[in-house]
């Protein structure tokens, strides 16, 4: 875990292993991944504990796997508030009155604003489906293979607004074959994915990362 003085201006030297962290999980989708990081969790390969699942749409599958994890949810629908401002500050108090220590955005298809960012700065990783900064977005599979990439893969990097454009910590190549498909290559990169987001947390339940600008490293 790092602290952070707001965004853009976390530094820090990492802190010895203690407690375990407090996990919330950002989510909008299937959830594969939080399935990959509850797993570890619940292996004890990571010294933390899953606390909250917060997700923006009811139907979502992720949400019957926090149920079988018995991991606390949080749902909400944007549509019902005026701004994205507004859910935010909702979910912040959430958060806050759960001792939330790192958040982790898993596939929740939201930029978010600094209502949240600014609280959670340093604190608040995502994992993305391609080699940053190439191809951001919620096509960045899509992108690698139309533009003929040879090589793409996975990242978890810091959440600071931006559309993909915080900080990396770690990421994983995948090779794109001549004879991908869309879903050959995604399925991939998801295995690079479950292998990659597990071992960015366990960094930070163990007080490996440290941020400085935009350079992060990770210590012994």
């Known amino acids: 875990m790092i602290s952070s003085n707001g965004a853009g201006e976390a530094a820090t030297a990492p802190t010895e292993p203690s407690a375990p ?9 299937n959830g594969s991944n939080f399935q990959a990081l509850a797993e570890s969790v619940r292996d004890g390969k990571i010294n933390a504990t899953l606390e909250l699942v917060v997700c923006d749409k009811p139907s979502a599958y992720v949400l019957e796997r926090a149920r079988s994890f018995q991991v606390e949810t949080y749902v909400f629908s944007p549509k019902e508030y005026p701004s994205r401002e ?5 979910i912040v108090a959430k958060l806050q009155a759960a001792g939330i220590d790192l958040i982790v955005m898993a596939g929740y298809m939201r930029l978010v604003t600094n209502v949240l960012v600014e609280p959670y700065y340093g604190r608040m990783i995502n994992v993305h489906p391609a080699l940053l900064p190439a191809f951001t977005g919620i096509k960045g599979v899509e992108q690698a293979l139309e533009y003929g990439a040879k090589i793409t893969g996975a990242t978890v990097h810091f959440v600071d607004g931006g559309m993909d454009t915080g900080p990396i910590i770690a990421q994983k190549a995948v090779e794109i074959q001549d004879r991908d498909t869309l879903e050959t290559l995604s399925a991939r990169i998801q295995q690079a994915e479950y292998d990659l987001l597990p071992t960015v947390v366990g960094w930070f339940a163990d007080g490996r990362v440290a941020l400085n600008g935009r350079k992060v490293t990770i210590n012994n």
């Open 21 to 29: 962290i407090k996990i919330a999980v950002f989510a909008s989708g």
């Open 86 to 90: 507004a859910y935010e500050a909702e």
